[in-house]
């Protein structure tokens, strides 16, 4: 197969390729230091970015886990300890995750091990600019997404 020529193609095939590279390596380093995956980190964190309470459909949205995944990693979490379930106060049928003391002790546990693999893994192809502007490129594709989506949302 040729090679594409489009370089908005390419760019997005560089940034797969990245992805799931970065991922993996971070997650060796993790389990190398005997931390928890990092799905429990990012969990632990949009939970605590919420003040420690989320509708656990919400908790799903904002996770970089797959939807299908994020149930399960809930139910982990809770078995775990280091969230809890309760009723939605306002909609009995709806369900909150609430973050226990020992999720967020954790979380604060995980930081550094992960911070250190971020720099290990990625940080180290980088320039402190070519960092700076691969943040100010990605926000330019994430505002509108995230608007979309959150317009979607309000509309259902």
């Given at each position: 197969?040729?090679?594409?020529?489009?370089?908005?193609?390419?760019?997005?095939?560089?940034?797969?390729?990245?992805?799931?590279?970065?991922?993996?390596?971070?997650?060796?380093?993790?389990?190398?230091?005997?931390?928890?995956?990092?799905?429990?980190?990012?969990?632990?964190?949009?939970?605590?970015?919420?003040?420690?309470?989320?509708?656990?459909?919400?908790?799903?949205?904002?996770?970089?886990?797959?939807?299908?995944?994020?149930?399960?990693?809930?139910?982990?979490?809770?078995?775990?300890?280091?969230?809890?379930?309760?009723?939605?106060?306002?909609?009995?049928r709806g369900v909150v995750a609430v973050l226990t003391d020992k999720g967020a002790a954790l979380r604060k546990q995980m930081w550094p091990h992960y911070r250190n693999a971020i720099l290990a893994v990625f940080g180290a192809a980088l320039s402190t600019h070519e960092a700076e502007t691969l943040t100010a490129t990605l926000k330019k594709v994430i505002a509108p997404l995230r608007e979309q989506r959150l317009n979607r949302l309000t509309a259902q």
């Open positions: 197969m040729a090679q594409e020529r489009d370089p908005t193609i390419r760019a997005w095939s560089h940034f797969l390729g990245a992805h799931a590279l970065a991922l993996r390596a971070i997650e060796d380093r993790l389990a190398a230091a005997g931390q928890p995956p990092l799905a429990w980190y990012d969990a632990l964190l949009e939970l605590s970015r919420a003040g420690g309470r989320l509708r656990i459909g919400e908790l799903g949205e904002r996770l970089v886990v797959e939807p299908h995944s994020a149930t399960r990693l809930i139910d982990r979490l809770e078995a775990e300890g280091l969230l809890r379930r309760e009723p939605a106060a306002k909609d009995r």
